[in-house]
C-alpha cells in the first residue's frame, strides 16, 4: 500500500525538511506566524535594527519557521503586501565546532549569502545609486580604510581581465574568498595593494555591517535583512571565553549595522534556563537590545487538530477525503500524547498514517487506534 | 578567623574562572583565592587530604592538555601554601576521632578532615569560639556536619556563593559578578545534560524511523523536565538500544547525569534567588 490509498500525495508529517525548499509549508500556529510576520513587516517597513528572541520548547517550530521565511516564496509576498523592495533572510546555526567562533560564523553567513550573490546585489544596487553615492555609502558604513578598499575593488574595480592581465589564474569569488579569510597568495595582495585578509572581529563586524548597510541604504534594494540565528541556546555549551566573544561580536555587528536589520535569536527553552537569565546568556548591552520575544507556545488540542487537518489538506489528493474519519479520532490521539509540540504531532501521525499502511486500513478511526496503541511511542493514559 | 575550604569549593572557583586566549593559554581572570587573601582578617586553609583530592579530581572533566597543566601548576605552585603544615598531628588525630564518633560520619574525606580541622583550631589550638568557617558545595556534607559547628560553637558551614558575598561585602567583588558566577558554576554542573540534549538533537535531524524519532522525543522531554524516574524505564526500550548503536555518546552522557546529582543546580538557583530577594543592598533601602 502507498499514501494513495490512504487520499495522501506523500506523508504530510515530514520529520526532516523537504529536499525542495518551495515545499516547505505553514500549517496553523496562526498566532505565532501572524507575531512573526508581524515583526518582519515592521523591519520591512521601519529603518531601526533589532533583535528579537523567538522562545519556545524542542520541537515548537522555530527552526522550520527560519526555513519558511528563508526559503519559500512567504517574505516576497510580505514585501509585495507592503509594495515595499524585497527583503533578505538568511538563516544561520549557532556555530560551536570551532575554536574561531566569528569567523565560523563569516563563513556560514557567507555559505548562506554567497560572495556570488553579494557581487550581484550590489551591481543591481549600482543601477539605483550612482557609483560616486555607493562609494560614500561604503566609506561611511565601512569605518575602516582596509574594508573601504576591498568593496571599492571587489565592486568597481576587479574584473576577470584584471586578474588575468596580473597573471592571476583565478575569478574574481575566489579571490575575494581567499582574502577574506586570509588565505591570499603574495600575487594577489601585491594586486589587491592590502594588508592580508581581515584581522579581528571588529573587521568583520565591519564588513558584514557594511555590506548589510549598502544593500539596504535608505531601501532602495532590500528593504530588510533578517537574519535567523538558530540553535542559540547552545551558548551555553560553548566554552566560556568563545561565547563571551561571540556575544561582543553580535553586539559590535549590530551597533555597526544601524538600520533595517532584523535578527532573530531562536532559543529552546532548557530546564536550568529561563527566559529572565537572557541577560546571563547575552550579556546586558545585547539583551537589552532584545526587547521583543515571541512565544512558541504549545498548541491546544482544538490548535492541534486545525494543524493536523490543514497540513493534510496540502498533500490530500483532489476528490479524495482525508483519511481521519472525524475530528474526534484527531482529539482521541491528541490528548492522549501529552505536551504538544508540531514535532512530537508530524511523530505521532507519521507513525498512525505508517500503521495504516502496513495494516491495509484506508480510513483511520478510534477502533483502529485502540488497535494500535502499543506503537504509538507518545501514547500516555 | 579561619575560612577552610573544602575540594569541590577550590576546584568550583578555579574552573569557573578559567580563561583562555586564541592560543590556548590558560588563565585565572577574577583569581577568587587571591582576592580573598587580600582580606587581612581571613585566612585561607585547606586539609592535606582535601589537597590530595583536587589532585585527584582536578583534570577529571577535562581533556584538554593546555588547561589541566595551567591547574596542575596553579595545584603545585599556590595551594601547597594554603595547607597547614605545622599541625599538631596528636591533637588532629584526636579531632578526627571524636569528629567521627559524634558525626557517625563513616567516610574518612576532605570534608570529615575539614570539619575536624575547624575543630582543631578553634578547641586544640587557640581555645576560642566561632572561628572556623568551612565553605563547602557539597549538600550531604552540609546536612552531615552543621550541627556539629554548631553545638561546637566552631562558627559556621558556608557554601562558595556565601564566599564570594563575603567578598562583595568587601567591595572586591559586585553582585552582578556573583550572578555570572552562579550562572557558569550552574553551566559546569549542568554541562552533560547540556551536551546529551544536543546530542539528541543532533541525531534527530538524520533521517530516523518514526519510531525511534519519536521514541528520542519522549526521552528529550523527560530528560528536560528532571523526570528520572520516567527515563530510566525508557533505558528499558529495545527502542533504546538501537539509539545507542546510533550514537554512543547519548548512552555515555545520560549514564553520567543518571549518576551526577543535578540537585546541586536547584540549590544553586534557590540560593541565587534569596540573596536576590532577601541579601540587604543600598538599592533595596
Known amino acids: 500500500m502507498t499514501y494513495e490509498t490512504l487520499g495522501l500525495k506523500e506523508n504530510p508529517f515530514r520529520l526532516t525538511p523537504p529536499l525542495n525548499p518551495e515545499e516547505i509549508v505553514w500549517a496553523g500556529m496562526s498566532e505565532v506566524k501572524s507575531k512573526l510576520e508581524q515583526r518582519i513587516k515592521l523591519s520591512i517597513q521601519t529603518r531601526p535594527s533589532r533583535i528579537v528572541v523567538n522562545w519556545g520548547s524542542y520541537g515548537s517550530g522555530k527552526t522550520h519557521a527560519s526555513l519558511y521565511f528563508s526559503k519559500t516564496t512567504r517574505l516576497r509576498e510580505l514585501s509585495t503586501e507592503l509594495n515595499a523592495p524585497l527583503a533578505k533572510s538568511i538563516k544561520i546555526t549557532l556555530p560551536r565546532a570551532s575554536n574561531d567562533i566569528v569567523q565560523e560564523f563569516l563563513r556560514s553567513f557567507l555559505g548562506q549569502y554567497s560572495l556570488e550573490e553579494i557581487y550581484q546585489d550590489f551591481q543591481n544596487l549600482r543601477d539605483k545609486i550612482d557609483d560616486d553615492e555607493l562609494k560614500k555609502i561604503i566609506k561611511t558604513y565601512s569605518n575602516d580604510s582596509s574594508i573601504e578598499k576591498l568593496f571599492n575593488k571587489f565592486i568597481f574595480e576587479m574584473t576577470t581581465t584584471t586578474l588575468l592581465d596580473n597573471n592571476i589564474d583565478e575569478n574574481i569569488f575566489s579571490v575575494m574568498k581567499n582574502y577574506i579569510f586570509g588565505d591570499s597568495t603574495k600575487t594577489t595582495l601585491k594586486l589587491l595593494d592590502m594588508p592580508l585578509g581581515l584581522k579581528n572581529d571588529e573587521q568583520i563586524a565591519n564588513f558584514l555591517g557594511t555590506i548589510i548597510s549598502c544593500i539596504t541604504y535608505d531601501k532602495k534594494y532590500y528593504s530588510s535583512f533578517i537574519i535567523w540565528l538558530d540553535e542559540f541556546e547552545d551558548i551555553d555549551t560553548v566554552k566560556k571565553s568563545l561565547a563571551d566573544r561571540f ?79 472525524s475530528d474526534e479520532t484527531l482529539k482521541y490521539i491528541l490528548v492522549h500524547i501529552g505536551n504538544l509540540t508540531t514535532r512530537k504531532i508530524n511523530e505521532t501521525f507519521s507513525i498512525v498514517l505508517e500503521m495504516a499502511l502496513i495494516e491495509g486500513q484506508e480510513q483511520i478511526n478510534q477502533e483502529f487506534i485502540d488497535s494500535i496503541q502499543e506503537e504509538i511511542i507518545a501514547w500516555e493514559e | 578567623m579561619y575560612l577552610i575550604l573544602d575540594a569541590c569549593t ?104 575539614s570539619t575536624s580541622y575547624a575543630l ?65 558554576l550552574k553551566k559546569q554542573y549542568i554541562k552533560d545534560y547540556s551536551n546529551l540534549l544536543k546530542e539528541m538533537e543532533a541525531l534527530q535531524k538524520s533521517q530516523l524511523p518514526f519510531k525511534e524519532s519519536s521514541f528520542l522525543t519522549k526521552l528529550y522531554e523527560n530528560i528536560n523536565s528532571l523526570d528520572f524516574e520516567k527515563v530510566k524505564t525508557d533505558i528499558e526500550s529495545p527502542l533504546y538500544a538501537n539509539i545507542k548503536r546510533k550514537q554512543p555518546s547519548i548512552d555515555t552522557l545520560l549514564q553520567n547525569i543518571l549518576k551526577d546529582d543535578l540537585k546541586k543546580v536547584d540549590i544553586l538557583d534557590a540560593k541565587i534567588e534569596e540573596i536576590k530577594s532577601k541579601y540587604w543592598t543600598m538599592d533595596k533601602i
Open chain 2, 10 to 113: 577550590v576546584l568550583n572557583l578555579l574552573q569557573v574562572d578559567l580563561i583562555s586566549n586564541s592560543d590556548d593559554e590558560y588563565n585565572l581572570n577574577y583569581n577568587y583565592i587571591k582576592r580573598v587573601k587580600t582580606i587581612d582578617s581571613f585566612q585561607i586553609q585547606i586539609t592535606e587530604k582535601v589537597l590530595e583530592e583536587i589532585k585527584k579530581n582536578y583534570s577529571k572533566n577535562s581533556n584538554i592538555v593546555k588547561k589541566n597543566l595551567f591547574l596542575k601548576t596553579y595545584i603545585e605552585k599556590k595551594l601547597h601554601g594554603l595547607v597547614d603544615y605545622t599541625i599538631d598531628k596528636n591533637d588532629f588525630e584526636c579531632a578526627l576521632v571524636f569528629t567521627k564518633k559524634v558525626t557517625k560520619y563513616s567516610k574518612d574525606n576532605g570534608e570529615l578532615h
Open chain 2, 120 to 184: 582543631y583550631l578553634n578547641k586544640y589550638l587557640k581555645n576560642t569560639v566561632l572561628n572556623s568557617y568551612f565553605i563547602t558545595d557539597d549538600d550531604g556534607a552540609i546536612d552531615d556536619f552543621e550541627n556539629f559547628f554548631k553545638i561546637n560553637l566552631l562558627g559556621q558551614i558556608l557554601t562558595t556563593i556565601d564566599l564570594l558575598l563575603i567578598l562583595e561585602t568587601y567591595n572586591i567583588i559586585t553582585l552582578s559578578g556573583i550572578f555570572r558566577f552562579s550562572s557558569d
Open chain 1, 247 to 325: 556575544t561582543t561580536f553580535l553586539r559590535q555587528f549590530i551597533d555597526k549595522t544601524p538600520n533595517n536589520l532584523m535578527i532573530f535569536l531562536n532559543f529552546t527553552q532548557k530546564a536550568f534556563m529561563d527566559i529572565e537569565d537572557l541577560s546571563l546568556y547575552l550579556g546586558e548591552a545585547l539583551a537589552s537590545r532584545a526587547k521583543v520575544k515571541i512565544d512558541f507556545e504549545n498548541p491546544t488540542v482544538d490548535e492541534a487538530v486545525a494543524y493536523v487537518k490543514e497540513l493534510s489538506a496540502i498533500y490530500k489528493i483532489e476528490d479524495r477525503d482525508l483519511p481521519f474519519d
